[in-house]
Antibody
């Protein structure tokens, strides 16, 4: 069945780095754009980043631009989010989602990132 | 700060109909709607303004007019209690955007 499984979350100190992964299965990963969407505790959804199906186009929210890098390895059916210079306001559940630029069809269960000293 | 504006909450009785609005920088972009049940990941309800993915009942509908979009839910059930979000790709910003979310209470 279609599945997206995030991993790599945890507790990290401000200023440090973390890399999230999203393993895809059950569909043709290389045919779909992939999003990272985050949700701070008790808050709404915030779009963070998008990578095109072939990895050639990448887009970021202003709040993460210059600090986060999205990438993908279509040979491994895996999406990544490299997060540098983390801030307390980056604390959130991070979801990966597949789809098109304008929609996210399938979502993972999310991984929690906590930035705290 | 959300570029799309939704009402914070709506409520209605079981069996009734409710609509949730979404306004802002939609322009010519397609709008999607997502349902997030408590403690779970979001789920796509409507895409391309008014299309339903396979498995989504026709109690859920979407429409768009100008810079506003609307999600309609008929025959409300207690299981529909959730947060609902609109979203789009803002081609002028080259960024995804979500509304602030609307909490639906089925009284």
């Amino acid at each position: 069945q279609v599945q997206l499984v995030e991993s790599g979350g945890g507790v990290v100190q401000p200023g440090r780095s973390l890399r999230l992964s999203c393993a895809a299965s059950g569909f043709t990963f290389s045919s779909y754009a992939m999003h990272w969407v985050r949700q701070a505790p008790g808050k709404g959804l915030e779009w963070a980043a998008l990578i095109s199906y072939d990895g050639n186009n990448k887009y970021y929210a202003d709040s993460v631009k210059g600090r986060f890098t999205v990438s993908r390895d279509n040979s491994k059916n895996t999406l990544y989010l490299q997060m540098n210079s983390l801030r307390p306001e980056d604390t959130a559940v991070y979801y990966c989602a597949s789809g098109t630029y304008s929609r996210s069809d399938r979502w993972g269960q999310g991984t929690l990132v906590t930035v705290s000293s | 700060q959300s570029v799309l504006t939704q009402p914070p909450s709506v409520s209605a009785a079981p069996g009734q109909k409710v609509t949730i609005s979404c306004s802002g920088s939609i322009g010519n972009n397609y709008v999607s709607w997502y349902q997030q049940l408590p403690g779970t990941a979001p789920k796509l309800l409507i895409y391309d303004n008014n299309e339903r993915p396979s498995g989504i009942p026709d109690r859920f509908s979407g429409s768009k007019s100008g810079t506003s979009a609307t999600l309609g839910i008929t025959g409300l059930q207690t299981g529909d209690e959730a947060d609902y979000y609109c979203g789009t790709w803002d081609s002028s910003l080259s960024a995804g955007v979500f509304g602030g979310g609307t909490k639906l209470t089925v009284l």
